[in-house]
């Protein structure tokens, strides 16, 4: 849920949003610096917004070691729940690498939960 305060109150709205779990296997815990989240998150916002037609915001809500398994939360900005499945197919159909390009190596969707 997203809130604003105002000065009278606080106005709430609920929007879509998508978790997942993404394995970059070109990258570890040392090799995936912050530059490198940045880059990670610029890229797909830019390609979830493409692909579901609506604005988001991303964030990475945790990696592991290993290669590097990447929790992301996108929160579909438009509040239309048919951007959400857009994105979602994505994740089911495994076609994650079309979301991410090649520049973070083999990506795979480990797991996805909509809200």
């Known amino acids: 849920m997203l809130a604003a305060g105002g000065g009278k109150g606080v ?3 609920t929007v879509p949003a998508v978790t997942s779990a993404q394995t ?3 990258y570890t815990v040392a090799t995936f610096t912050t530059d490198v989240q940045n880059q990670f998150v610029a890229t797909l916002t830019a390609n979830i917004e493409k692909l579901s037609g609506s604005p988001v915001t991303m ?3 945790s ?3 290993g290669s590097v398994t990447v929790a992301t939360t996108v929160a579909l900005l438009s509040g239309d729940t048919s951007s959400t499945s857009t994105y979602t197919s994505a994740l089911e ?3 994650v690498a079309s979301l991410s390009k090649t520049s973070f190596g083999s990506v795979i969707a480990l ?3 909509v809200l």
């Open 24 to 26: 970059l296997s070109a």
């Open 111 to 113: 797991s996805k939960l």
């Open 11 to 13: 106005i709430s709205c």
């Open 93 to 95: 159909s495994g076609d």
């Open 63 to 65: 990696f592991t070691s």
């Open 59 to 61: 964030t990475v809500d």
